[in-house]
């Protein structure tokens, strides 16, 4: 009876054999099918991982160089026409916020000559919050050698404030706008 059995098991088996030989292959060739698409996604999440990164680099680089492009703010300029080279600087040398200070305005000619008697007027205020400046500053002296002193400036908060200087003198009429970042 075992004998039977085991015989009837050997010979069924090579059939079962024969139908599980197949059905393995099939699964390998599903197998290595779902393996190259994972081999495509995992491609797929790398190449996006590097995107990130590159647009991370490019996103913390950018601002610096937009901050560096920003405002100009030069303490010396040509005017807008080209008329005068204005400097601009605080007499004491550095800003404060909340106090009235007074600033050196120096202007040359293109050839490099002072400015005489020239008639300045000043205005500005903050682009950014849309207003004007909170005092009238005005030219109260002249120092010789195209320097003249402007009293009574006052920068009232931090951020990106902006003084225009309207010069008239015997060289013509120009404009200069300088940016002052608190
Ligand atoms: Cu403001």
């Keep these: 009876m075992l004998g039977k059995q085991a015989f009837l098991r050997h010979s069924v088996f090579p059939q079962a054999g024969g139908t599980r030989s197949t059905r393995p292959s099939v699964i390998r060739r599903r197998g290595t099918g779902l393996a190259s698409i994972w081999r495509y996604l995992l491609a797929g ?5 590097l995107l990130v990164g ?9 601002p610096q160089s937009a901050q560096l492009a ?3 703010v030069s303490r010396t300029k040509k005017t807008d026409n080209g008329l005068y080279m204005a400097s601009f600087v605080p007499e004491r040398g550095v800003v404060r916020q ?13 050839t ?4 005489e008697r020239a008639a300045i007027a000043i205005s500005g205020g903050m682009p950014q919050h849309n207003h004007g400046l ?16 402007i009293e009574g400036l006052k920068f009232t908060m931090s951020g990106w404030w902006q003084l225009r200087f309207a010069i008239s ?5 120009d404009t ?5 970042v608190l």
């Design 45 to 49: 999440l790398g190449l996006a991982a």
């Design 54 to 62: 590159v647009l991370a680099v490019v996103y913390l680089t950018a």
């Design 70 to 72: 920003g405002p100009d």
């Design 98 to 110: 909340g106090e009235l200070e007074s600033w050196l305005l120096t202007l040359k000619t293109k």
């Design 112 to 115: 490099g000559a002072s400015v």
């Design 134 to 149: 909170p005092t009238s500053p005005q030219v109260t002296d002249y120092l010789g050698e195209g320097r003249y002193r």
């Design 169 to 173: 003198s015997g060289a013509g009429s």
């Design 176 to 180: 200069v706008l300088f940016n002052v």
